[in-house]
Nanobody, 124 residues
């Protein structure tokens, strides 16, 4: 089992920045690939970014490329999502997820472990 707790969400103006953190506990964090997803009201949960176990490979949704950066610190059991140049359409609940696969995944169905989510609201 893996337990995930997100933090760092909040209200920010268009063009602002936020950094989300996700602390993991349970089975060995360094062996998990990690992902960030978001879900806006009335919409499905969507892929945002993912990182493999070592941090050597990262993947991003087209909508956030160049603006968001995913990273991890295995010594702190933490994965981060640095979000810059935020837009109103980034408004959503952001979820951290973990999977035991070596290669990071983009599908939410590949992630068995989820955090409770943190709200990000970008005002126009």
């Amino acid at each position: 089992q893996v337990q995930l707790v997100e933090s760092g969400g909040g209200l920010v103006q268009t063009g602002g920045s936020l950094t989300l953190s996700c602390i993991a506990s349970g089975r060995t964090f360094s062996r998990n690939s990690m992902g960030w997803f978001h879900q806006a009201p009335g919409k499905e949960r969507e892929f945002v970014a993912a990182i493999n176990w070592s941090g050597g490979n990262t993947y991003y949704a087209d909508s956030v490329k160049g603006r968001f950066t995913i990273s991890r610190d295995n010594a702190k059991n933490t994965v981060y999502l640095q979000m810059n140049s935020l837009k109103p359409e980034d408004t959503a609940v952001y979820y951290c997820a973990a999977t035991s696969t070596v290669v990071a995944r983009k599908s939410r169905y590949d992630y068995p472990y989820w955090g409770q989510g943190t709200q990000v609201t970008v005002s126009s």
